[in-house]
């Protein structure tokens, strides 16, 4: 434990936020005396805290040997030897309140070693009593007890602390702002604390307006040696994110016009424009620390203040361009309803390489798809699936099959389809597959995936796979299984129509059979243009009958057809051979 006499630094962390607080605090040396610790705990404010001049004491000779006795034993971590010198410093006679303050800091620096921070407020209370202490002192004494208040999560306490440093200070420091809205924040008084932050940041520009008016002359004078014109007049504000597009547009400009050989006079081109690339991304930087620009965040994200929270996150990725920025930037433009702006903040983290995970690399391709460029959104699943980054879920490559099939491409979205129909427990993927199948005339490919999809079962409608397999099976010639499926279908179709009529029935009050005379009834006078004195009955009725009806009709027919072809060939053969058989015994 290293401890210098006079000066020591005091570092607290403060997890909430993630930042660090550090300062030098003035270390002394106190006597105890029997007074209770409430008795000081919160007398933050002394009588003598407002004068912004004091005398400086004077340490005797005989005082400063005992506080570096005291000093030795403790950087030992002996610190009940340490005590015992403070307390025979405290029996002298005609100590300076110099003296005192010393002693009551290095009190108060021992309580802090023990973790009793109560105990160290208290002394460093004592320090703020006396008379002629350094205003340094002083002023590090207030910060420590607003520090300790802080590690206690003693809020209120903090605040007044720091107010009573703030009250003092003739030039007060970004941090104690930050102190202070950190506490607010704690207390959840996010209004109160905003402009507190906001404080901060405002001082600490203003503590540095050169660098942007060095920054703003840079630009003024590259428009100037490349004349480009801009009102000088100081009648109107100069939008320098403008002036330098104007300015890089004249100097690519001249880039183009350049022959190969003027290598010196490109590259000092290229040089400007890159400088002023900066110059204009600096303008947008303040002396700030990233902290307290996430803290205005926070506040005005639990106040709900969206556009707010926009500016903020903006403002981040001038200085901080990192992943969570980008993507929480990308989910509040979403909130804002700028699908624009959301899909290329997400678009450049992903550019960036910030975007690695699987759920990352999903909404990448969603966004893509909502913008209706399929082909984007499906290569980034492709190359994440290949790479391993994405899960290789039933969704995911459900997602990937849809990319490929907005993206006209049938057979990666086919591919992609079949590993997902690998995973799913229920057949609704499998016989999507079958009639992706069908749509590229893989017929029994159709067939197969169709009769896994119903051998799933959990399907949406029976109906309609049954009807996808007897249509493939047509196609492959398998007349009776094709049969047999368009009955099964037929049965389903009729059960659901059913449904329908009981239902239709059930919103008119009537039964059934009386809803279904009447709506016949109803449809026939409305073919011969009569007219119709009561409600007009209606019900959307399941098409599956209908095309199961037809498809019967039409197997049938086929099958006949076909039937008829194989007898006739089976006679052309008869003849074939008869007539071989004639020429053989002649």
Known sequence: ??????????????????????????IGFSNVQAQSKEDYEDNTKSKRSIKKTKKTGAMTEKVAKK???????IEAEQLEEGIEILNEILKMRRLTDYE??????????????????????????????????????????????????FQLEEWDKAIRAVDDLLDNAESPRPDLYILKGSALYQLKNYREMIPVIRSAID??????PFRIQSLQDNIKSTADENRVKYDKSGETEINY??????INIKLKEDLTKLRERDVEQK????????????????LAIGPTKENWWLLLR????????????????????????????????????????????????YRTAYEEGFLDKSNELVQMAQLYLSVEVPYKA??????????????????????????WFLAADDQMAITALREAAKLSDDGELDIRLARSLANIADFEGCVQSAEIAINKGDLKRDDESYITLGMCQFEVAAYEGSKASFDLAEIDAQRRKDIALDNCAANESMTKDNFVKTLEQQEQDLKKGKEIEEKILSCVLPASLRTVNNWQKFLEKEVARVTQLQNQLKDIEEQLRNRESQAISF
């Open 378 to 403: 499906a290569v980034i699943l492709q190359k994440g699936f290949d790479a391993g980054q994405v899960d290789p879920e039933v969704k995911n490559w459900r997602l990937l099959s849809q990319a």
């Open 241 to 246: 994110p403008q002036l330098v597009r104007i």
């Open 67 to 73: 506080l570096q006795e005291a000093q030795g034993v």
């Open 298 to 345: 926070a506040a005005y994200f639990e106040l709900d203040d969206i556009e707010n929270v926009r500016i903020i996150l903006e403002r981040l990725l001038f200085e901080w361009p990192k992943k969570e920025y980008w993507t929480q930037l990308s989910a509040v433009y979403g909130q804002l309803k700028f699908d624009d702006k959301q899909m290329s903040s």
């Open 100 to 149: 005192r303050a010393q002693v009551n800091y290095f009190f108060a620096y021992v309580a802090y070693l023990k973790e009793d921070y109560r105990g160290a407020i208290n002394y460093y209370n004592k320090v703020l009593m006396e008379e002629e202490v350094p205003e340094g002192l002083l002023s590090s004494a207030r910060y420590t007890i607003a520090q300790l208040w």
């Open 267 to 282: 590259t000092k081109i290229e040089e400007t424009i890159v400088d002023l690339d900066k110059s204009i991304a600096n």
């Open 203 to 208: 001082l600490s520009e203003e503590r540095d």
């Open 1 to 26: 434990m290293k401890i210098r006499i006079i000066l020591l630094a005091l570092v607290f962390i403060v997890s909430t936020f993630g930042f660090t607080i550090t300062e030098e605090v003035f």
